[in-house]
């Protein structure tokens, strides 16, 4: 249940092909993968760090360890969220979520459960994923009493739900 997914990935390179490379936070790593019968798994991560060690074991090249985070989340540290949006909680993240798609083109989904209550809230200069955390801690629900809600990124989309309601179904 992180706010955007994130890999980390080593390589072995043996014959020295990935000695050139000069990572400087701009490459993109998309993996994707699927068994038979299973629909295909995709997904990009901007790679925002790379570690290059030296392979003891045989000594035979060196194993490069590349660091990503959702290229969503990438992209959405440019953005400015500097408003103030009137009605519930649901309806400011599903306003938020709407300018992240806008801005980045992204397609992943948005699954949101329902919040009770309106209020004017004022976001000051936030990033849209630090928007989502103050609507995180605004949002409540009459029906689930906890009113503990997170958003998280997963392999189906990006998720604002309450977590007593998401166990309970």
């Not at 090249?61 to 440019?78: C, D, N």
Request: glycine share 6%.
């Amino acid at each position: 249940h992180e706010m955007s997914s994130l890999c980390s990935i080593n390589i072995l390179d043996t014959t020295d092909t990935l000695a050139d490379l000069d990572p400087d936070g701009t490459e993109v790593l998309t993996i994707g993968w699927h068994s038979q019968d299973d629909r295909e798994i995709k997904q990009t991560y901007s790679i925002f760090r790379t570690e290059t060690i030296m392979d003891d074991e045989k000594g035979v090249g060196k194993v490069y360890i590349f660091h990503g985070v959702s290229h969503t989340h990438m992209e959405q540290l440019a953005m400015d969220i500097n408003r103030s949006f009137k009605g519930t909680m649901r309806n400011n993240v599903v306003s938020v979520w709407n300018e992240v798609k806008k801005k980045t083109g992204s397609r992943k989904n948005l699954r949101v459960h329902q919040t009770t209550g309106h209020a004017t809230t004022i976001v000051p200069g936030m990033t849209p994923f630090e928007s989502m955390e103050m609507f995180e801690r605004r949002a409540y629900s009459a029906t689930y009493s906890s009113s503990i809600y997170k958003f998280y990124e997963s392999m189906h989309g990006y998720n604002f739900v309450n977590l007593e309601e998401l166990v309970a179904t």
